[in-house]
């Protein structure tokens, strides 16, 4: 059974940083795309990002243009791991943010929400103006 943990949200002010972490369970990791989500009060679930696995290539990235050049996506295969590092926070950032993993293994690189079909229980990110 796939498990998927988030840790790593807060209360921040703008203009400040976080990483979010995601720790993965009970899927061979290395061979699916992983992705972050986010939900505001109110609003539809939103991509943040994805990668893809690390090959010979090196990984590949993908991000929504309200985060592109503040926004870093990384993995660790070895440890089942995949962060979210994300810097200069505005407090339209604050949101509920989810790990997700691709519904089929070695999948194109995809931020479509219906790409991925397991997520996490969620971490909360609150900007401060």
């Known amino acids: 059974q796939v498990q998927l943990e988030e840790s790593g949200g807060g209360l921040v002010q703008a203009g400040g940083s976080l990483r979010l972490s995601c720790a993965a369970s009970?899927?061979?990791?290395?061979?699916?795309?992983m992705g972050w989500f986010r939900q505001a009060p109110g609003k539809e679930r939103e991509p943040v990002a994805a990668?893809?696995?690390?090959?010979?290539?090196?990984?590949?990235?993908i991000y929504a243009d309200s985060v592109k050049g503040r926004f870093t996506i990384s993995r660790d295969n070895t440890n089942n791991m995949v962060y979210l590092q994300m810097n200069s926070l505005k407090p339209e950032d604050t949101a509920v943010y989810y790990c997700?993993?691709?519904?089929?293994?070695?999948?194109?690189?995809?931020?479509?929400?219906?790409?991925?079909?397991?997520w996490g229980q969620g971490t909360q990110v609150t900007v401060s103006s």
């Open positions: 009970g899927l061979p990791f290395s061979s699916y795309v």
């Open positions: 997700a993993k691709a519904r089929t293994r070695h999948s194109p690189l995809s931020l479509g929400g219906s790409d991925f079909d397991s």
């Open positions: 990668i893809t696995s690390i090959s010979w290539r090196g990984s590949s990235r």
